[in-house]
């Protein structure tokens, strides 16, 4: 049977030459942007504003109506603080009010949740199905100890590695695997033209990671390459 898999965030960036790269895999695509066009060749496309409970849920359920099953489900996309008017120079923890804050949260933790949520009927359905929570290194205590401009950035995928831990805990009995994976500093519009990792560089990797998980990978935090990512 022909493997399925959805992303969040295949309009642009990372998100796109992931979703291209299973597409260039024989995989069944699926995908979701905000609003945004896709110019890819997916088996589904749903318009998904990630900070609107409604609108998650309606964008899930035209999703089941084009596929009785997925096998991976791969929460992509993300903001940061900039998207929300945050001051590019200034994103300490004291720059931050609470809507700001929430609203990061609300994108990156909030809404993944929801959506993880939605699909797990597709998931049960689907064969060793596994789930991947894009996180990053600035969700490690270790690493954002020292690095990371935008604590509220910081703040929320260390948020969705407990999230993706107790989610992974959840779902033992359905055998579903729920996997955190830092795709490295890439060069994205969030990651900026400095990062030493090209998008199409993440992406391969990515792509082949995460095909290659199994259930005895669940609750792992992992590097783009499958390597154990420090907590």
Not at 21 to 50: E, H, I, K, M, Y
Not at 66 to 81: R, Y
Not at 116 to 130: S, V
Not at 203 to 209: G, Q
Request: charged share 20%.
């Amino acid at each position: 049977m022909q493997r399925s898999v959805f992303l969040t965030g295949v309009g642009r960036g990372l998100g796109r030459e992931i979703a291209q790269g299973f597409v260039d895999q024989g995989w069944r695509v699926f995908g979701s942007t905000n609003a945004s066009p896709c110019d890819l060749d997916l088996a589904g496309l749903v318009t998904l504003d990630q900070a609107d409970p409604e609108s998650i849920a309606a964008a899930m359920a035209q999703l089941a109506e084009t596929t009785d099953h997925l096998d991976l489900l791969i929460n992509c996309a993300g903001v940061d603080a900039r998207t929300f008017g945050g001051d590019p120079d200034h994103r300490g923890v004291f720059d931050f009010d609470a809507d700001l804050l929430n609203a990061v949260l609300n994108v990156n933790v909030t809404g993944p949740m929801l959506i993880t949520k939605a699909t797990r009927p597709l998931l049960q359905a689907g064969t060793d199905a596994m789930i991947v929570n894009v996180s990053s290194q600035l969700g490690s205590m270790q690493v954002a100890a020292t690095k990371g401009r935008d604590a509220g950035y910081c703040v929320s995928k260390a948020a969705l590695n407990m999230l993706s831990v107790k989610t992974a805990a959840a779902l033992v009995d359905d055998r579903i695997g729920v996997v955190m994976l830092h795709p490295g500093w890439v060069q994205t519009d969030m990651g900026g033209p400095s990062a030493p990792l090209t998008i199409d560089e993440s992406a391969e990797a990515i792509v082949a990671t995460t095909a290659a998980l199994t259930f005895a990978d669940s609750g792992r935090f992992i590097r783009w390459d499958g390597s154990d990512h420090p907590w």
